[in-house]
Structures are given as structure tokens and as C-alpha cells.
């Protein structure tokens, strides 16, 4: 139990066109997704935090209208990379808390397998 | 946030024993602590959580000290696969952050 999806695995795309990347909660309803960015030999960087039915709310120096962030559904969260520049070439991440706290765990997350994004 | 300190990397051999220790001075009444593993190119994976004392599942054990301020992550009789990035992380709710996380090398 507790997968999580990600679509695509890997995309390449031109400077300033948009990707979307889809992350699903495949056998559990998540109120909260989270997005993380990743750089090699890095750790995940925390990019923002989203509830379904409401706004993402993003961290420090995370452009929102650049990262938009839909969490339409209890299964579903979407990260749309608008404009994408060389620069947003990156390992993007998505995870999912199951529930509300105390399901499966307390803060307990289970992530997705990743997007490889590069931006030519 | 309690934030998290780890050795940057540690090298094993096949069939040892391996203890990851993670301090976090600053952890908060309500936190948890949480173990990922991560190989290239993966999102990470969940090893185990606790809150105090000991926590042990099928593949990990988890020693907490009584003031919370350091937990250790031990990883009984690990194999060339266990070679990963572990990440120590201490929050609650949607307060986890990841830190530089652990390389830990096992060698044949």
C-alpha cells in the first residue's frame, strides 16, 4: 500500500514553454502533497506544501506564479513549470501524507519516484 | 524547525552492523523522527518513525534517548544495496524538512 505515482518520469522541453507534471496518490487519499526540487548530489529542497481544495502555500523564494500547484482532487496534486529556463533543470519530487494525522503515522510521507526535468 | 545533523558519509562492509547517528538539539515536543533512504535518481523511501525509546521494524531499529536531542538509525547486517543517501528528518504534521543526509558506502 502507499504508492505513490509520478507522470512523466522524464521530460525534456524547450526554454520557455510550460511542463506539467501530475503526482497521485494511487491506493490512499491525501489531504496534503508536497513538492520538492532536487539537485544532484543534493538533498530535496522543500518547494511547496499543497491541501486539496486550497492554495499552496510555498516557501521562501519559491516563485508561485512560476511553480503553480494544483491539488484539484484527494489524489491528485499537479506542478505546472511555467516559462521553463535552463535553470529549472532539476529532480522534482513529489510526496503524499496520507489522511489526517495519525493514519498511517504521523507526519509520515510517502514520495513519488521523481521527474527528471531538463531544459534545453 | 529542529534542525539536523549528520555525518556527511560513512563506509561499510557486507554483514556489519551500521549506526547513523542524527542530532537535532532543537526538537520540539510535538516532532517526530523520521528515516528516508534514497538511491539515485528515486524519491526516498520510508525506513521507520518514532517519537521516544526504541522503535524496531523489518528492516531498522531506532534508539532515541530519553531528552530526544540525538536519535541513531541501525541497520543490522547491511548488503551492497543498502548503499544509499539516509536522511534524518524531525518535524510534525507538514513541518519536515530534509537535511544533507548521510552517504552510507557498503563495501564487499
Known amino acids: 500500500g502507499a504508492v505513490v505515482s509520478q507522470h512523466p518520469s522524464r521530460v525534456i522541453c524547450k526554454s520557455g514553454t510550460s511542463v506539467k507534471i501530475e503526482c497521485r496518490s494511487l491506493d490512499f487519499q491525501a489531504t496534503t502533497m508536497f513538492w520538492y526540487r532536487q539537485f544532484p548530489k543534493k538533498s530535496l529542497m522543500l518547494m511547496a506544501t499543497s491541501n486539496e481544495g486550497s492554495k499552496a502555500t510555498y516557501e521562501q523564494g519559491v516563485e508561485k506564479d512560476k511553480f503553480l500547484i494544483n491539488h484539484a482532487s484527494l489524489t491528485l496534486s499537479t506542478l505546472t513549470v511555467t516559462s521553463a529556463h535552463p535553470e529549472d533543470s532539476s529532480f522534482y519530487i513529489c510526496?503524499?501524507?496520507?489522511?489526517?494525522?495519525?493514519?498511517?503515522?504521523?507526519?509520515?510521507?510517502?514520495f513519488g519516484p521523481g521527474t527528471r526535468l531538463t531544459v534545453t | 524547525l529542529a534542525k539536523t545533523t549528520q555525518p556527511i558519509s560513512m563506509d561499510s562492509y557486507e554483514g556489519q552492523e551500521v549506526n547513523i547517528t542524527c542530532s537535532h538539539n532543537n526538537i520540539a515536543t510535538n516532532d517526530y523522527i523520521t528515516w528516508y533512504q534514497q538511491f539515485p535518481s528515486q524519491g526516498p523511501r520510508f525506513i521507520i518513525q518514532g517519537y521516544k525509546t526504541k522503535v524496531t521494524n523489518e528492516v531498522a531499529s531506532l534508539f532515541i534517548p530519553a531528552d530526544r536531542k540525538s536519535s541513531t538509525l541501525s541497520l543490522p547486517r547491511v548488503s551492497l544495496s543498502d548503499t544509499a543517501v539516509y536522511y534524518c528528518?524531525?518535524?510534525?504534521?507538514?513541518?519536515?524538512?530534509f537535511g544533507a543526509g548521510t552517504r552510507l558506502t557498503v563495501k564487499p
Open positions: 528528518l524531525v518535524g510534525a504534521n507538514n513541518d519536515m524538512r
Open positions: 510526496s503524499a501524507r496520507p489522511g489526517l494525522a495519525g493514519d498511517m503515522g504521523l507526519g509520515e510521507q510517502y
